[in-house]
């Protein structure tokens, strides 16, 4: 497991590889070769080097290099943890029916980043391509434990696929969107994964008449600003949303702290009633 790999930091990109096999069931050295070596703008399959210091069907132990990544491999023959599947699989935005089978696996393979690409994005397609180059009849789907979710397998492993991500982050895959509920009716809707690609986490209240994708959608909007923009925004800040009257105001997490803080922080959202604007504002993206 992940756990067993050493330096692991807190923008360490990783997946989990969820299978029914009941044993591990690698593609031969060769073929995980030609699948990676398949993809756009990733070198030819002699320059992808794959060692096993444990290749045996209860775990495996291996690193695969590629271009400037560097993936550590780790699987065993049993689930995952309880308290990893509880955070991730089950907090996720699937069908039941989906949700059951992911957590009916018996097998998995995690997949740790640890080469030197600086670019978070190319890090985690790295890792989807390693995905892709372990995929078989058997595999379930994939679990994002810094982001607290999970998917099926479905499309989102093909190379086709995968080659979008590089323009469009695929925020359904790679960042969680997770509800901590303060009574019957009200909760704090809160990111996580967003540190992965040095972004704080973003948390909002949501209130009975709020929309909920209403707030993803402004959720993904401030990612991309501060990304793209490489902008600095902490408690205090607002944010006008181009094309609105909307304003945004950020603040400091007061409660709940050890759910809703992220590694790289959390900022909480709220709007700005008109009564309370001033000239002061950030510009971000509508």
């Known amino acids: ?38 993809f756009e703008n990733t070198t030819p399959s002699e320059t992808i080097r794959l060692s096993w210091s444990i290749q045996q069907a209860q775990k ?10 560097q993936i550590q491999v780790s ?30 696996h018996q097998t998995h393979i995690s997949l740790v980043y640890t080469g030197s690409h600086h670019n ?17 009849e058997n595999l379930l789907g994939v679990v994002n434990e810094p982001a607290w979710t999970a998917h099926p397998a479905a499309d989102f492993l093909d190379p086709d696929a995968i080659a979008i991500y590089r323009a469009e982050l695929p925020f359904t895959l790679w960042v969680g969107y997770v509800r901590f509920y303060t009574d019957k009716h009200h909760y704090w809707l809160v990111t996580k994964g967003h540190h992965i690609f040095d972004v704080p986490d973003f948390a909002y209240f949501i209130e009975p008449d709020l929309d909920e994708n209403e707030i993803i959608t402004q959720f993904k909007n401030i990612f991309y600003f501060i990304y793209d923009e490489d902008a600095e925004v902490i408690p205090g800040d607002t944010l006008a949303i181009a094309g609105s009257d909307q304003v945004l105001r950020f603040s400091e997490v007061t409660e709940l702290a050890d759910q809703l803080m992220g590694p790289s922080g959390t900022l909480v959202i709220e709007k700005v009633p008109p009564s309370e604007l001033d000239d002061t504002l950030t510009t971000g993206k509508g």
């Open 1 to 38: 497991m992940a756990e067993n790999i050493q330096n692991i930091g807190i923008d360490t990109p990783m997946l989990h590889l969820v299978y029914s096999s009941t044993d591990l069931r690698l593609p031969d050295d060769g073929d995980i070769a030609n699948r990676i070596g398949a």
């Open 60 to 69: 495996c132990l291996g690193q695969i290099n590629f271009c400037n990544h």
């Open 75 to 104: 699987g065993l023959a049993m689930p995952l943890p309880p308290v990893i599947m509880d955070r991730t699989i089950h907090v996720s935005p699937w069908q039941p029916q989906i949700k059951a089978s992911l957590r009916q």
């Open 120 to 136: 978070p994005v190319e890090r985690m397609i790295a890792l989807y391509k390693v995905a892709y180059a372990l995929r078989d």
